[in-house]
């Protein structure tokens, strides 16, 4: 018997409807009691103006591993989950190969065990060999312990394949999680439509290319009853898309990134390809437009699209370099300094966007620190003020461009199973 | 007196990237600079030596022949060795960044780079790793300093001050560099702009910038002074953005009857190489009214100053040299090689 006490910290659990300063007792890795505790642990951790919230879940993760070692491994995007305070995350399969079969699940399942460090909870491959052109065996997928189907990175181009998908999926219970962009509109692009590329030269991306997908998807997820999740959602049209489907009763579900609600195709203007992603920042009215999303919950979750690139891959031309941007070590920074402390989103609307919901939408059980839940717990300090140095990530790549901004909010401590994994300053 | 081989003291960049990032003030110098050049080499012609001993490497990741011309003389013109440096012969081909290319020439003693690529920022991203001058001689869509320097130098010579002069910019502007460079360059200076063309060449989101977006160019014709006639950049298109080439003359191309009812002292430009039919009838690209030809020997003109802005001696105190471009009419005193 193995105890951990976590004393005197504010305790939130938006899925028990807690928000409240308390000890949290945990034994033999699992949540044992909240409430006040004069009893001996064999470790404690002092929390006394700490935030205590179920373990932080990041459902949009690339670890890279298998095919891209040199960008990211399971091991080192696992440890850099830790320091941002996820205990879980969602593997998307776009690897090389991607996770298209059951063996292919179990090598990521065999890998996080033997990195021990977070867990990772495996999103299947939508079509085999995810080239859209027939599914991939997901009754198998889901018997090795996939929770959710992506062909992120790209959409399910072919709409009849995403209706059966749909229908599919829906035997099982599990969304899809849709990467929506009508690749027509968006070929050759590297940045948002708008005046901010028409000045640059560069080619944009309109809005248009994703909400047309959204809408697609959301009328073939109408059709079949099966689930959706829109992948970061990033601009205002999107959101209102996902708005009236929600108020129709449709089962969609959507999440943002930290980054779309942070950043706009103004930071282009450098042409630092760290600010190029897919889908790419917007402009401030989309910001808002996300925002408010998040704030009357018609975006669900924050999730990163964290997507590690070697610099050397980065340090391209702009059109030459691929898409994406770090996310796990700046998330919570992020999310607290945009949304918690300007006072658009409070506490619990934070823990709920980064754990409550995102495990409800996988279906995985955690998020919560109910009595009998496995102790997976990120213990925050909401007042921290500290600077993103992208040379100290534990991520194998440095592409941020939030690199020496100064953020406030930041895990201290992140425990999985009752086991702290991450303890800031004591890397 | 240009005796002082130093640079003015209103220039204060190392590279010139591109004019959207300038002042009104320093492109000005710029012109003003080209000017005296054009006059200390007799219009070009003539030699000088001072920037003997430097060395400029064109670096070209897309093709061109004109421009990388219009550098090389300018620069032999001031007594630079010049180093031609493309990329279907380099290493680029193995797989070398070009990072790491312009790297292997910095590290070979050079002065200044002229790079021309067809991705908008790499010449930005040039000047952060190199500790050399980067000379942008065309990113892609989005600048081209000098040929917007030259077209407003040969404006400029026929019509002096450029406020409230309006300017034409006709055709592909979504795809040209040489649009964009005017564009900053005559917005700075004064100019009223209207860019005419298809919707799906003119966006009219250019409005937000404060110049007249039109698709009639028979509208625009008679309110111009001057007409810059911008090449269809096919290479650069996804999709043809007009039905064929014989409606887009139809409707966009300058003809000597859209002539007779512009004013009769209308100016015409063309960045070249021109699609003759396309842009413009033969009639209009020989015309008295047009400027073709001066804009390539302005073209060496401005090179050359910005060439010797970019690489000249650099010292403390070199405000002396603010004369320099005060109208002084006469050379530098090395003025002879």
Known sequence: MSTLLIRGGRVIDPAQGIDQVDDVLVRDGRVAAIGRSDGVADQTIDATGLLVSPGLIDMHVHLREPGREEDETIETGTRAALAGGFTSVACIPNTE????????????????????????????????????????????????????????????????????????????DKPILAHEEVLELSRGGVMNEGLVSLVLGLTGMPAAAEEVMIGRDIALSEVTGGRLHVMHVSTSGGVALIRAAKARGARVTAEACPHHFTLTDEGLRGFDSNHKMSPPLRTAADVEGIIAGIVDGTIDCIATDHAPHAPEKKMLELDRAPFGILGLETAVGLTVTRLVSPGKIDWSRMIEAMSTLPARILGVDRGTLRPGAVADITVIDPNLSWKVDVKSFQSKSVNSPFDGWTLQGRAVATIVAGRVKYRLGRE | MLQSERVPAGWHHRHLLDLERLTGDEIRLLLDTAALFKEATDHCRRKLSVLTGSTVVNLFFENSTRTRTSFSLAARRLGADVVDFSASTSSLSKGESFIDTARNLEAMGIDAVVVRHSTPGTPHLLAQHLDVGVINAGDGPHEHPTQGLLDIFSIRERLGDLTGVTVGLVGDIAHSRTARSNLWGLLKLGAKIILCGPPTLVSQRW????????????????????????????????????????EYAHLYAMTSDRLTRAKPDLLILAPGPINRGVEMTAEVADCRQSLILDQVTNGLAVRMGVLWLTCGPREPGAATSAAATAGAASLPHRSHS
Do not use: W
């Open chain 1, 97 to 172: 190969p991607p996770i298209d079969t059951q063996a292919a699940v179990e090598f990521i399942h065999q890998k996080a065990a033997r990195a021990d460090t977070c867990n990772v909870f495996v999103v299947g491959c939508v079509s085999r060999n995810r080239e859209g052109k027939e599914l991939a065996e997901i009754g198998q997928l889901v018997e090795a312990g996939a929770v959710a189907f992506s062909d992120d990175g790209a959409p399910v181009y072919d709409a009849e394949l995403m209706r059966r998908a749909f229908e599919y999926c829906r035997m099982f």
């Open chain 2, 207 to 246: 409005r937000e910038l404060g110049v007249e977006v039109s698709h009639n160019l028979d509208d625009i014709v008679p309110r111009c002074d001057v007409l810059n006639l911008l090449r269809i950049q096919f290479e650069r298109q996804n999709m043809r953005p007009f039905p064929s080439v014989r």
